[in-house]
């Protein structure tokens, strides 16, 4: 995307160079090129309107296109001697809007500059005949854009400090306007559709948001199956939506009749089981999650995210409460208390902690980023704002931003008028994306057992947005996230203390099990493979009672650290059996498990075991199963047992691999 960004400034500021050469300029006023510069004059007012309508600020980008446009539209008209030519005071009041957040004198001075240009060197003769004769005009022509661009630029700065200045306290104390509120609601449910696509595990998760009073239209859509009907319009009759208007539901086992198939699939193949929860203000349906997926149904706990993801979009369309109130408020206290401290994970609780922030404060931009190391780097886990498109689990350099000062000195920060002044200050890091424009953050560090492993940052583009009442909600939700997390950090120790095997010290069949259905959410979101290989000692109850149960225990041990030597750190290794291992791979395909199987089982067979001065030859034999279908994952254990027996049938020492594909016919 940055990419991309950085082509299209290219391209505009190319443009620009090409009409300052004259390439656009056109004297005669031929009707032709005025139709011309009337539809490029329309496409500008389209970008315009469709801005406004948005709610948010004009991109730079587009404003830059929108500039390089008129100018090309009054050069095709004769410049500044054509008909065309007040176009450029339009468009730099519409810049000087504070709505509209662009610098009119910036783009006044292009606009002359280029139109003085244009003049100059569209001239024959040597420089000093051309300044001689055309200084004057040039001048007539830069001036005028360029004067009104900078007075705009000052009249509108100063509206906005007097606007300050009588209206005492912070932003929140001001009601939205309809319009605001209604693009609130949608950018907050916009950003929980990809954590609800992310935790509920659906194969298509889609938002729809009312057109009128009996259509609703598809706005976002996330997922992999091609048929998807880009914006489709739906009667709110239909049989999945009208299911909404009671509140969240779960459809499991659907079965539609032919008018009650989803019109957004293009294909009469429909899936079978659905999640749908209504977004409503003051009693109206304003928008609907709907979430599907084939194969196995929906349980309650995505019900309660759904619901979760409606409470947080409602809440941002209405007034809420001042930032004083806020951090006394039981209600929201007791919600996002009991909410963080009952996740069972991580992930949910970084995500309950992020969604009950940002639902009291919808226009800021909340994020949690935590340490990825001992170094100077963190990786964001959660983002949910506007400021939060491509950030989500990317990995940042915590110098040069106040995020990463945070993290240093372990004290919670807030910093105002962040774009004043000559040196600039990033609020994430330096490597974050710089056409972000924030203009104000606040951050508190993540503490487990005194140790800083973490910061939550809010962003707001306000150069004022944040004060000390929103400091103090943003302690307080950051010291909720961290008891959860030291919570979690002290189950999983006693887990692994209570549930760890006495002879080998490796967990148990019921923490390979948990870790396995872990595993799942990384197959989902990143698109990776998972193996699971089981290893089975070849004659080990004959063993045991030949040289006794301690020298049995021993050979268990010995095998315990030739596999963790093989397999290496990143290996999930159990036991899960009197003889038995069970090993869980990350990103290994069929042909990686087949290799690492066959690698195991010729070094247990090429080299004997040591221990305690003994000498001991064995075989194991293998069996291993892989797929990089989410659904699959849980059936791998099973699997790989089967065909554990397979080999052990053909012979000890023995290794059968096979991949789970992801669909098969005898389902």
Known sequence: ??????????????GMLALALGYGRRPSADPLYYLVAAGILFLCLFAAVTSWRSGRRTDRLLSTWMTLMVIAAVQLTGGSDGYLYPVYFFLLAWFALPS???????????????????????????????????????????????????????????????????RPGLEETSQPSPRRKQSLLMETARGMLPLLHRHSGAQASCLFCRHDDNLMRL??????????????????????????????????????????????????????????APVKVAGVLEAVFLLDRDGSSFDMEVLEDLRDASEAAVASSTEGPSPE?????????????????????????????????????????????????????????????????????????????????????????????????????????EEDDPEREIGSCAAAPLLVRDRVVGVMLMESESSEGFGPAHEHVLRGCAALLSLAMERLV?????????????????????????????????????????????????????????????????????????????????????????????VLIQGADGAAVEAIAESVSSSFADRPLQFDGTEVRLTVSIGACATHTDRRVPRLRSQARDLLEQARSVGAGRCVVSELPAVSLQE
Not at 502 to 509: E, K, M
Not at 513 to 533: K, P, Y
């Open 325 to 429: 109130a806020a951090g006394l408020s039981p209600d929201w206290f007791d919600r996002v208390l009991s909410g963080t401290a009952r996740e069972s994970n991580l992930q949910k609780a970084v995500h309950r902690s992020v969604m009950g922030l940002h639902g009291l404060f919808p226009d800021r931009t909340v994020t949690v980023a935590l340490r990825e190391d001992e170094g100077a780097r963190m990786r964001v886990y959660e983002s949910m704002g506007h400021f939060a498109q491509g950030r989500s689990w990317r990995v940042f350099d915590t110098t040069g931003g106040v995020a990463g000062w945070v993290m240093r000195y372990e004290k919670p920060m807030r910093r105002n008028r962040m774009t004043l002044g000559d040196k600039g200050v990033r609020s994430l890091s």
């Open 490 to 582: 002290l189950e999983e120790r006693r887990r692994k203390t209570t549930g760890t095997d006495g002879v080998t010290a490796l967990p148990r069949i019921t923490h390979f099990e948990e870790r396995l259905e872990e595993s799942i959410t990384d197959v989902r979101r990143f698109g990776r493979s998972v193996a699971v290989m089981v290893v089975d000692i070849d004659g080990f109850g004959e063993m045991n009672r030949k040289l006794g149960f301690e020298k049995g225990d021993g050979i268990l041990r010995a095998t315990t650290s030739r596999l963790r030597s093989l397999l290496g750190a990143d290996a999930y290794i159990a036991r899960t059996g009197a003889d038995s291992f069970s």
């Open 1 to 14: 995307m940055r990419t991309l960004r950085v082509l299209g400034y290219v391209a505009a500021v190319v």
């Open 100 to 166: 509209v957040g662009s610098s009119a004198a910036e783009f006044g001075l292009a606009v002359g500059l280029v139109e003085a240009l244009s003049l100059l060197l569209n001239e024959q003769g040597t420089i000093l005949e051309v300044l001689f004769d055309n200084l004057p005009r040039a001048l007539a022509a830069f001036a005028p854009p360029a004067v009104f661009g900078i007075f705009a630029e000052m009249i509108s700065e100063s509206e906005r400090d007097r606007e300050r200045k009588t």
């Open 219 to 276: 706005d976002d859509y996330i997922g992999g199956r091609e048929r998807i009907a880009g914006r489709a319009l739906v009667r709110t009759t239909h049989p999945l939506l009208a299911r909404a208007a009671d509140g969240a539901t779960l459809i499991n086992g659907y079965r539609p009749e032919p008018e009650g198939a989803p019109p957004w699939y293009r294909s009469t193949i429909v899936p079978t089981n659905y999640a749908v």
